[in-house]
């Protein structure tokens, strides 16, 4: 059986921009319920408000689904991005795919470039692992000697990378674009190891 909470995220999957009242009659309770697990939601970043106008006089509050809210349930994005890269190999050549899987990666480190401006290596390293989280990775990394060894402990594009493994070149091209420093992959997860893991040499020179 559905709890409330789930009661109120499908009929927000089914109907955005619902109203409390919308709510309370669609999932069966109180308004003030409503409220209550609302404010839960919003806290867990799972539903946002907003103002809309409908008519004279003050705007009322509807509620819909955040991207982590929607994500909640299943969908079919592997289906389709798996179909998507597999029509962009069979009519595009090559290098031009690599370039864009390339241009990926690029387009992040340029969003961040300000942010990691005269960092060490290691509050680089910090970043790469925080910034890789946000995409859906699960990162570690290590000092051994003198090299750092990151490892991707849980991929997002591991689905994907079965049928396209040419999608590993994004984290591995972000990753070396962040540090500033050459990325040797030493092992892979598509290869059979328990989880990607990427060497680096110690030295840098933040610019």
Not at 22 to 36: C, F, Q, T, Y
């Amino acid at each position: 059986m559905k709890s409330t909470r789930d009661k109120i995220l499908q009929t927000l999957l089914k109907k955005p921009k619902s109203t409390i009242n919308d709510l309370a009659e669609a999932v069966g309770i109180n308004p003030i319920s409503v409220r209550h697990h609302l404010t839960n939601l919003q806290m867990e970043g799972l539903v946002e408000s907003q103002e809309e106008r409908h008519g004279v006089g003050r705007p009322r509050l509807v509620y819909l689904l955040t991207n982590d809210g929607m994500e909640r349930f299943p969908t079919r994005y592997l289906r389709l991005t798996t179909r998507l890269i597999t029509q962009m190999k069979e009519s595009m050549p090559g290098p031009m795919i690599s370039k864009l899987f390339g241009q990926i990666a690029d387009d992040l480190v340029s969003e961040y470039a300000h942010d990691i401006k005269g960092l060490s290596m290691e509050e680089r390293l910090d970043f790469v692992k925080d910034l890789l989280a946000q995409e859906g990775f699960t990162v570690d990394w290590e000092k051994k000697g003198g090299q750092y060894h990151i490892h991707e402990i849980s991929c997002p594009y591991y689905q994907i990378g079965v049928a396209h493994p040419e999608v590993c070149t994004v984290d591995q091209t972000l990753i070396s674009k962040m540090l500033a420093l050459p990325v040797n992959k030493v092992q892979c997860i598509l290869n059979g190891a328990t989880h990607c893991t990427y060497v680096v040499q110690s030295a840098v020179k933040t610019k």
